[in-house]
């Protein structure tokens, strides 16, 4: 499994996740690379993005030698990390024909910032992320405010979603992204795309990285993982 840390294009890094990812691989019984991406806004959009597609490429590559198998390969993410995944997937299935067994995208960034989505109204101050800080990351993610309909930067944007592969959709209640991750999940269904959303009334955006602390979000997390298990074979 191959993972991209979330943190707005902006923050976050392999120390801020180690603890998720360490779950994740003793949860779905998998080896789990973390990918230490270039971040905005000294670097923005592609370089991260482009980072996480070599990433993977050298995973595939180089399986063998930490016990991985190319040949089943997973990727995850949440918030931005998700949106890094996503986008990989397609990208890579687009130029190099590569395929993936699974993705796992917790509480995805999968659109620009849209102030009159009702999640963005309803979750955008006072439950952790907020709608400004959302702009802010976009403000530092792109150096040309209309790259935010890129496909690339947008996946629910993108005409190609029937190729991904089975993928397992988290969201949150109080999170402002959580109407674009409920939306980005019916376009996964409506295009023939295996999928599994797992909706949590109870929880707000990076809930699954306080697993081990409270038991919804390891009842979440445990979910997310066997899952995986049984995606990877």
Known sequence: MVFFHGGGFVLGSVDTHDALCRQLCVGADAVTVSVDYALAPEQKFPAGLDDCVAAIRWAREHAAEFGGDPDRVALAGDSAGANLAIVSALRLLRTAGLSFRALLAAYPVTDAPDLARASYVERGAGFGLTTQAMIWFFDHYLDEPGRASDPDVSPSRSPDLAVLPPTYVVTAEFDPLRDEGIEFARKLAAAGVA?????????????????????????????ACAWLTAQLG
């Open 195 to 223: 999928v599994v959303h797992a909706h949590h009334d109870d929880a707000n955006h990076g809930f699954l990285s306080w697993a081990g602390t409270n038991e919804p979000s390891q009842v979440a997390l445990d979910a």
